[in-house]
């Protein structure tokens, strides 16, 4: 965003949640059609396709009330007028606690370690 600002040109990631659609249907997906032999069984990749399944046409966010979201951030108007574009916009409760969660745990993390991560600098630099 820093390298397109100066040619007026704005960037957003958006990070959507869960929106209600058929993209988790099984035939969407490929891993459902590659399967590797090691991930089968008890293992992260099948709890996720569990999941998928799940959650398919069950997902909480709106379609339409995350476009519409999507298109005033963009635009800056509706809801998001008078605001400037953010760089990250995350859509969705859901996603929403996911990604204050993990603000919140690294956070965490990089005060456990700061006895060993901050002391690293050379002796003759002053901050």
Sequence with gaps: SNELAEFGI????????????????????????????DYEG???????VAF???????????????CRGI?????QSGAAEGRENPLRLVLGADAYGAVKSKCESTIALLDEWKDITTPTDNDDVVV
Excluded: C, M, W
């Design 42 to 48: 008890d293992t992260a990749a099948r709890r996720g």
């Design 71 to 75: 298109i005033d951030v963009l635009t």
């Design 10 to 37: 704005k960037v957003t990631s958006i990070e959507p949640g869960y929106f209600r659609s058929n993209i988790l249907a099984e035939s969407n997906r490929s891993e459902a059609k590659n399967i590797i032999q």
């Design 52 to 66: 998928h399944n799940r959650v398919e046409l069950k997902q909480q966010g709106d379609v339409v009330k995350g």
